[in-house]
């Protein structure tokens, strides 16, 4: 059996793929990635640095291997991330007006989703765009533009691709005040008569939270508004944060911490306690998916193994992170034994 078989009836299982699993050099990976999953991410090359770096340049090559890779395999395909403010091509961060900017969306969008119409199933328009308090980021986009980059975006998605499945993608999506940020943005653009399908929550959690309730609290309120629920990078951290440690005075410092042991306990193998604790963690995330079922498209790994995590690099380089379902054999851990066992 398998995550994607015992799940079929319920939800999408997915994970974000790299660049070497693109390319194939990672055999081992792929073969995991096509025997358990069905849908995949790419989890950095269609990035706009990535595959707009200059203003006249598109680069497809990766882009194209990618699609090709799902469509072989019959998979679910999302296409991450149209408008971000982070990883967003230098040249971009150059243009001051709007009306250039505009103009720069609309060619970016219109190039690629079309180039990929009715292949890539689904788009995650807009990556990040509120703060912790729900009110609207202040990225270059929203200096530039207001929060208009946001409605131009989704339209110029919708009618690049009509079929396409449209998402909002954002972390931290069960915090209470961030949720009601949610709520006025996807409110906002349907009382514009604007297309949105989905709300991405990213799901980069830890074995201490966020609670289920508020994550439950957000899947509920984010149905009322007729819109569908995708987990879309979940992982489980099992390392210390650093914030955890003495708060926002040392966010501009984590490189303070790169080779303390206290921060990296488990640099040989997750201790059978903690793997207890994650198999407990994702049982109960999962059950929690189960409940809601009706209301969630998708669940998305961000990573098939626990080698591949962009965990063992954030938010401190150099750490032995443990947060997937595979670990760094390719060996399904507890945690995989315990969500199967929920069906
Ligand atoms: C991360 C990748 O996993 C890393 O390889 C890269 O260095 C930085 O970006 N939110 C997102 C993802 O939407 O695109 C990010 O992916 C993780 C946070």
Same mark, same amino acid.
């Given at each position: 059996?398998?995550?994607?078989?015992?799940?079929?009836?319920?939800?999408?299982?997915?994970?974000?793929?790299?660049?070497?699993?693109?390319?194939?050099?990672?055999?081992?990976?792929?073969?995991?990635?096509?025997?358990?999953?069905?849908? *995949?991410?790419?989890?950095?090359?269609?990035?706009?640095?990535? *595959?707009?770096?200059?203003?006249?340049?598109?680069?497809?090559?990766?882009?194209?291997?990618?699609?090709?890779? %799902?469509?072989?395999?019959?998979?679910?395909? @999302? &296409?991450?991330?149209?408008?971000? +403010?982070?990883?967003?091509?230098?040249?971009?961060?150059?243009?001051?007006?709007?009306?250039?900017? /505009?103009?720069? *969306?609309?060619?970016? !969008?219109?190039?690629?989703?079309?180039?990929?119409?009715?292949?890539?199933?689904?788009?995650?328009?807009?990556?990040? /765009?509120?703060?912790?308090?729900?009110?609207?980021?202040?990225?270059?986009?929203?200096?530039?533009?207001?929060?208009?980059?946001?409605?131009?975006?989704?339209?110029?998605?919708?009618?690049?691709?009509?079929?396409?499945?449209?998402?909002?993608?954002?972390?931290?999506?069960?915090?209470?005040?961030?949720? /009601? %940020?949610?709520?006025?943005?996807?409110?906002?653009?349907?009382?514009?008569?604007?297309? !949105?399908? &989905?709300? &991405?929550?990213? /799901?980069?959690?830890?074995?201490?939270?966020?609670?289920?309730?508020?994550?439950?609290?957000?899947?509920?309120?984010?149905?009322?508004?007729? @819109? #569908? *629920?995708?987990?879309?990078?979940?992982?489980?951290?099992?390392?210390?944060?650093?914030?955890?440690?003495? %708060?926002?005075?040392?966010?501009?410092?984590?490189?303070?911490?790169?080779?303390?042991? #206290?921060?990296?306990?488990?640099?040989?193998?997750?201790?059978?306690?903690?793997?207890?604790?994650?198999?407990?963690?994702?049982?109960?995330?999962?059950?929690?998916?189960?409940? +809601?079922?009706?209301?969630?498209?998708?669940?998305?790994?961000?990573?098939?193994?626990? %080698?591949?995590?962009?965990?063992?690099?954030?938010?401190?380089?150099?750490?032995?992170?443990?947060?997937?379902?595979?670990?760094?054999?390719?060996?399904?851990?507890?945690?995989?034994?315990?969500?199967?066992?929920?069906?």
């Amino acid at each position: 059996t398998s995550l994607k078989e015992s799940f079929k009836n319920d939800f999408l299982i997915g994970a974000a793929i790299s660049n070497s699993q693109i390319n194939q050099t990672d055999s081992l990976t792929n073969t995991v990635l096509i025997k358990e999953f069905n849908s *995949i991410t790419p989890e950095n090359d269609m990035k706009w640095e990535q *595959i707009h770096p200059q203003k006249d340049t598109f680069y497809f090559d990766v882009a194209d291997k990618y699609v090709a890779l %799902g469509q072989k395999n019959n998979m679910n395909i @999302v &296409g991450h991330t149209l408008v971000w +403010h982070s990883q967003l091509a230098p040249w971009m961060q150059d243009v001051k007006d709007s009306i250039t900017m /505009a103009k720069n *969306i609309e060619n970016h !969008i219109n190039t690629i989703v079309k180039r990929y119409k009715g292949k890539i199933d689904t788009w995650d328009v807009v990556n990040e /765009a509120l703060n912790e308090d729900g009110s609207l980021r202040t990225s270059h986009f929203y200096e530039v533009m207001g929060d208009n980059y946001i409605a131009l975006a989704f339209n110029l998605a919708a009618k690049a691709d009509p079929d396409a499945k449209l998402v909002y993608n954002d972390y931290n999506l069960w915090k209470p005040e961030k949720r /009601a %940020g949610v709520v006025r943005l996807v409110k906002k653009l349907q009382e514009q008569g604007i297309k !949105i399908d &989905g709300v &991405g929550m990213q /799901a980069h959690w830890s074995l201490e939270g966020p609670s289920i309730e508020d994550i439950e609290n957000s899947i509920i309120a984010y149905s009322n508004l007729g @819109v #569908k *629920i995708s987990f879309t990078e979940l992982d489980v951290t099992v390392l210390p944060n650093p914030w955890d440690l003495n %708060g926002a005075a040392v966010e501009q410092s984590y490189e303070q911490f790169e080779n303390d042991p #206290k921060m990296n306990p488990y640099p040989e193998k997750l201790s059978d306690s903690a793997q207890t604790q994650l198999a407990k963690r994702y049982e109960d995330i999962f059950k929690l998916f189960l409940k +809601h079922k009706d209301k969630i498209d998708r669940v998305t790994f961000w990573g098939v193994n626990d %080698g591949q995590s962009w965990l063992n690099n954030w938010p401190i380089k150099g750490r032995t992170n443990h947060p997937l379902l595979f670990d760094r054999n390719y060996e399904p851990k507890k945690a995989y034994l315990s969500v199967l066992a929920l069906k």
